[in-house]
């Protein structure tokens, strides 16, 4: 300032501090009235970024615990089911226990058990199918079609559209046609005979029992599967190779995943490739509970499925002869799996189907207990998001929200300034020596 | 001189009190223009008055008595030197008020915080509300309802950015008008000041000071500060050869030698800033001579008479110093050197690459010229349109009678002085800036205009920005709901090559071969190759990046074109049946076009919005049943894709200034990698801290101008106290003097009526 001080200097410092007092004012009184501590980016941009970031994993959070509660819901309904399930088959099961341990007395209950043990596979697979809500449970990825379906004579179970029991046409012993000899010279003339095909091409020589995946299938077996065999030996082979096909799509289709994300980080190697626990697994396919496929632990090519094994105990005590009170293969129907057994064999099969039985049905129980597993972790995940939301919500609160007695003594404050402020402009304007003069 | 003679007293008393009643007069002048606006505060110059001359006949009894006080002048008190540096304030506050104001727009746009439903922000929010949707139908794949949610929340988030794009448009818009208006204003001032100038010359010459008419001079001057920054000198200007009169001279700080100039006496010169101007050529250097451009066009050559004005003769200069003849057989000049020898043309600037405008020939070259109307025009400050380039010029200096002036050896000045893109500095120079800087997108041309131009962010550099994310958003998501490109050959039908047996084409639903528009079949290894294609690209390292980049776009493009076409018209195979993706974004809405994505046109595409299109849910094929193989076994709910696209939300991905502005330099480095919720939060980050600093500027130059305002004011302001002190000075003077004269009355009355009876 310069040794003269005039009114008007005075005025417009006067004007520019009183200016800036407003604006404090104003601002004070902004965040008491929006409860917010800043009410754009350039006010606080560190607080700002951070308020965004936080809500948008608030809003993955409340994502993720929607799809928590979606999994739950479907996992326990699918536990209670097998849980009524298992309880259902435990009755037929002692029973058949009881009948067969007491050396054939009760002679007349085979036949009515047989019709038990029918009933008992029908609603197996009956509560397989069930539904929640327009989506089948058990279907893995598959879920808006049927999973399980009987073909028309009843003793064949499809799990959508592949005979569970693949895996039970012998390799024929008539040499092999062409076909994947010429597709292997085609593959590598062309240079594009890689790993994948070389696994496929093992696999339906039958050399390697290695399974591939059924996605990767390539298009020369497409092709050789299509074809139409000219003769009986090559109609031998193809039944064999596609049921080889059968074995690959079943395995395939027990593996199935649906990916969730439930807060574990979801993460991809690469677009539709997503990183293995980073995801939760929200597929149940029917195939792991019941089993499927041929039994290879012995020579008698058993089903490995629970509800066939069922039916087949069920034509062997259909064969139970009351007059005789003993196996009569003769009252064997055609096309049932008891026709053309021995009497002894009949005999033999029903022990061995009631072992397999037990055995299937402690696999089952196993099954039933592990989703119990992935219930309570659902429902240990679903606390955890829960906390997490809450703290979430905590921590943009304190980043966002002003603590309002502050404000408000921050607004008190800047008001009695400003009152000061224009005090002292109403006294500082006014004197002059000419008010003085005379 | 001694004697005064008997009544020569009462001349001091009348001088005495003619004084002192003027002076009361400036006092009364002062306090009453207290408030006025720039006012000066006066003061009556009084000097003693006296002779100094000899006695014709000498007497040792002279006294040697002044005869009174004279007013000689009103002067004013002012400090040119506080103006000078509050002038150089106030263009910096000019500058950076524009600033804020400016960008305050633009933060009501794009600033979301504490805005939206439960204050999630309004795109924030939508973003979140789209990974919501997609995760509700990623549990429930293959639901058309869900599909339909995911689409209105897509399509909201849409019409967000074409709202946000529209009004950024607006506020450019609103901008330029502005601009144009601070340009009118401009020039009214200039007039203005032209005009007083000539007042206070006339005043001059009459001998009057005119103090006022410099008062209210000073006045624009200041606010014409604030528009740019600005050099006031002053100089006397010869009237004829014993006189001469003071001028001002306003020329634009800066602007090196010779300045450019605004004022000078009594011309003045007008803003301008066309519709359209001729196109510049950024690689001009003006300090290179030019031939040709400036023979005057009253120049002779025939009669060999030739007038240049003296920048023209300066310019006549060659590197070496030789002086340019003129050469009548071609009417150009060509440069002789020292030894009398033509020069060679091409040691000369070469006009045709260095004139400083622009032809822009057919086949897209360019070549200069000086010839300012036969340049290529292109849009300076037209309504609506993105190009302008908002080029200053300045009209040659004229008087109030429209005669321009004429300079030293009586030529006039008639040139238009073009004003570059930095000379400038101040509310205008600001405004210009908002309206024009693109920041990072700056192409090369900018920089060449520009040194700095890729480092400061106007309107253009945001709406760029969202163009980029709304680009990078409908890309992604694009590829991800279309089949990739390996697969397309596993997908459709092929049928035989009519032209080859051996190759196979892609069929059409009759079992034809397929044929585009153009009646071309798509070859079976048309996909492969074109992935080949680019890997190759990628690998070769004789490329530019930005030349790959742009390789590899043009050739995605075709591919995907072709794509869209098979989706269309081609067959897709038993284990494909279920695929229903294609483009989710286009660039209109009756449209599936995914090319030229910006903020202002995204929208959801036609197919998507009838429902032709759906989130493709997979993008592994139906399983191949051979007992059935028109009827593959069905995953009516994978959900890989849908996941994948979750995961995109949250995937940090690079932007490149090339994407969405093609000729921006250094296209092919990434500005910014992030997701997309993070790249719209950088925006508005960029945006807070170039308000936030701007602000910061704001209000210390404020204070500044301030406390030198107060500074000028403390020199030339008017004081109460001050004046009330004069007021009982010159009172008390007058009183006095009136004493004198009845003493001297009373005196002169005893000896004239009370000596002789």
């Not at chain 1, 598959?142 to 046409?169: H, I, K, Q």
């Not at chain 1, 029992?209 to 996605?215: G, L, Y």
């Not at chain 2, 009004?167 to 009118?184: C, G, I, M, W």
Request: some cysteine.
């Amino acid at each position: 300032m310069g040794f003269r001080i005039t009114t008007n200097m005075m005025m417009n410092t006067y004007k520019f501090n009183l200016q800036n007092n407003t604006q404090k004012l104003a601002n004070a009184r902004d965040m008491v009235l929006t409860q917010r501590n800043f009410n754009s980016y350039e006010e606080d941009p560190a607080a700002a970024t951070r308020a965004f970031r936080l809500r948008r994993t608030y809003t993955r959070t409340l994502n993720q615990l929607n799809n928590t509660t979606d999994c739950y819901s479907k996992y326990n309904t699918a536990w209670n089911n097998l849980g009524g399930v298992i309880d259902k088959l435990a009755n037929p099961l002692d029973k058949t226990s009881a009948i067969l341990g007491a050396n054939g007395t009760a002679g007349e209950s085979r036949k009515a058990l047989a019709q038990i043990l029918r009933d008992s596979a029908d609603s197996l697979v009956h509560s397989m199918n069930q539904q929640l809500g327009d989506q089948f449970i058990f279907g893995g990825k598959d879920g808006l079609n049927v999973p399980f379906t009987w073909s028309e004579d009843g003793r064949t179970l499809l799990y959508r559209g592949v005979n569970v029991d693949a895996g039970g046409v012998e390799k024929p012993a008539s040499t092999p046609p062409t076909w994947l000899d010429d597709a292997k010279a085609a593959g590598q003339a062309a240079g594009t005979w890689d790993d994948n095909d070389e696994a496929w091409f093992s696999y339906y020589a039958g050399t390697s029992e290695k399974i591939p995946n059924s996605d990767t299938m390539p298009k020369w077996a497409k092709d050789m599967l299509k074809q139409t065999p000219n003769n009986a030996d090559e109609s031998a082979w193809m039944e064999y190779y596609r049921d080889r096909d059968d074995v690959a799509k079943l395995k395939t289709m027990s593996e199935e995943e649906m990916y969730i994300d439930l807060g574990m980080g979801a993460k991809e190697n690469a677009p539709n490739d997503p990183i293995l626990g980073s995801y939760f697994n929200g597929a149940l396919s029917g195939l792991n509970f019941i089993g499927y496929g041929t039994d290879k632990t012995d020579e008698f090519g058993d089903s490995g499925n629970y509800a066939i094994l069922l039916k087949e105990l069920a034509d062997v005590f259909e064969t139970w002869d009351e007059d005789v009170q003993d196996y009569n293969p003769e009252l064997a129907k055609e096309g049932s799996s008891a026709f053309g057994l021995t009497k002894d064999e009949l005999k033999e099969k029903a022990f061995r189907m009631l072992d397999k039985l037990k055995a299937g049905q402690e696999k089952i129980t196993e099954n039933w207990v592990d989703l119990d597993a992935q219930s309570k972790f659902l429902l240990t995940n679903k606390e955890r998001l829960e906390t997490q939301k809450t703290n979430i919500n905590e921590e943009i609160l304190e980043v966002e929200q002003v603590d309002l007695a502050e404000a408000i003594t921050q607004f008190s404050w800047e008001q009695y300034c400003y009152n000061a402020a224009l005090k002292i402009g109403n006294q500082l304007l006014t004197q002059s020596l000419i008010d003085y003069m005379n | 001189m001694a004697v005064i003679g008997t009544f020569g007293s009462f001349t001091a008393a009348r001088l005495g009190i003619y004084a002192s009643q003027s002076a009361l007069n400036v006092t009364g002048n002062n306090i009453s223009n207290i408030n006025t606006k720039g006012y000066t505060r006066q003061r009556l110059d009084l000097v003693s008055l006296h002779s100094d001359g000899d006695a014709r006949y000498q007497n040792s009894y002279n006294l040697n008595i002044g005869y009174g006080v004279l007013a000689d002048s009103v002067s004013q008190l002012r400090d040119p030197f506080m103006d000078i540096r509050y002038r150089d304030m106030n263009s910096s506050v000019g500058s950076y008020e524009a600033m804020v104001k400016g960008l305050d727009q633009l933060v009501d746009i794009l600033d979301e915080v504490g805005q939206g439903t439960g204050e999630f922000g309004i795109i924030e929010g939508a973003f979140n509300e789209v990974v919501q949707m997609l995760n509700n139908l990623n549990y429930r794949p293959g639901t058309e309802e869900y599909d339909t949610i995911v689409r209105s929340a897509m399509q909201s988030m849409t019409r967000y950015f074409n709202s946000y794009a529209d009004s950024l448009a607006v506020v450019r818009e609103n901008l330029t008008q502005d601009l144009k208006e601070d340009v009118e204003s401009v020039n009214t001032i200039l007039e203005q000041i032209r005009d007083l100038n000539v007042q206070i010359r006339d005043a001059g010459l009459f001998g009057d000071q005119a103090l006022e008419l410099r008062d209210a001079r000073n006045v624009l001057i200041d606010e014409l500060s604030g528009y740019m920054k600005i050099d006031v000198r002053y100089d006397m200007e010869k009237i004829d050869e014993f006189s001469s009169i003071e001028r001002i001279n306003i020329s634009i700080a800066n602007s090196g030698t010779p300045p450019i100039k605004l004022i000078q006496g009594i011309y003045g010169t007008q803003l301008e800033m066309p519709e359209m101007a001729a196109l510049r050529n950024p690689e001009f250097d003006p300090s290179k001579p030019q031939c040709n451009k400036y023979i005057s066009q009253e120049s002779d050559l025939a009669k060999g008479i030739i007038k240049y004005t003296n920048n023209e003769r300066e310019a006549l200069r060659d590197n070496a110093g030789a002086v340019l003849n003129d050469n009548t057989a071609q009417g150009r000049l060509t440069a002789l050197g020292y030894n009398g020898n033509a020069l060679d043309a091409a040691t000369f600037y070469d006009e045709a690459n260095m004139g400083p405008y622009l032809i822009k020939n057919p086949d897209g070259t360019f070549t200069g010229t000086s010839d300012r109307n036969a340049a290529t025009q292109v849009d300076n400050a037209m309504k609506n349109s993105e190009e302008n380039r908002l080029w200053m010029q300045l009209k040659p200096l004229v008087d109030e009678q429209g005669r321009y002036m004429r300079d030293q050896y009586n030529q006039e000045i008639k040139e238009t002085v073009d004003l570059s893109d930095v000379q400038l500095y101040g509310s205008l120079q600001s405004k210009r800036e908002l309206i024009t800087e693109e920041g990072e997108f700056a192409s090369q041309e900018d920089i060449d205009f520009d040194e700095n131009a890729n480092i400061k962010r106007g309107v253009p550099y945001y709406q760029h920005a969202l163009d980029s994310l709304a680009q990078q958003f409908a890309k992604m998501f694009n590829e991800a709901n279309r089949l990739n490109f390996d697969q397309v050959k596993e997908a459709y039908v092929l049928v035989a090559d009519p032209a080859d047996p051996n190759q196979k084409v892609f069929a059409d639903k009759d079992g034809n071969p397929f044929r585009d528009p153009d009646g071309n079949t798509i070859s079976e290894t048309y996909f492969d190759d074109v992935l080949q294609q680019i890997a190759d690209v990628k690998a070769d390292n004789t490329k530019t990046e930005k030349e790959k980049m742009d390789e590899i776009e043009a050739l995605e493009l075709e591919a995907y074109d072709k794509m869209e076409l098979l989706r269309q018209s081609g067959e897709l195979v038993p284990e494909w049946a279920f695929y229903n993706g294609g483009v989710l974004l286009s660039n209109k809405g009756d449209g599936n076009d995914p090319t030229n994505i910006t903020a202002a046109n995204i929208t959801i595409s036609k197919d998507w919005s009838t429902g032709a299109v759906r989130i493709l849910n997979t993008k592994k094929p139906d399983t191949f049943d051979p007992r059935n193989p028109d009827k593959p076994l069905e995953h009516t709910t994978a959900d890989d894709n849908i996941y994948h696209m979750i995961s995109l939300m949250d995937q940090k991905l690079e932007y490149k200034a090339g994407t969405t502005v093609d000729d921006a330099k250094g296209g092919e480095d990434t500005f910014f990698k992030g997701t997309f919720q993070e790249m719209l939060a950088n925006i508005n980050l960029t945006l807070a801290m170039d308000k936030s600093t701007a602000n910061g500027q704001y209000n210390s130059y404020t204070q500044k101008a301030l406390n030198l305002e107060n500074n000028r004011q403390s020199v030339s302001g008017v004081d109460l106290n001050d004046e009330a002190t004069s007021m009982m000075m010159f009172q008390k003077s007058y009183s006095a003097a009136c004493q004198l004269m009845t003493t001297l009355d009373s005196m002169l009355d005893k000896l004239i009526n009370g000596t002789i009876r």
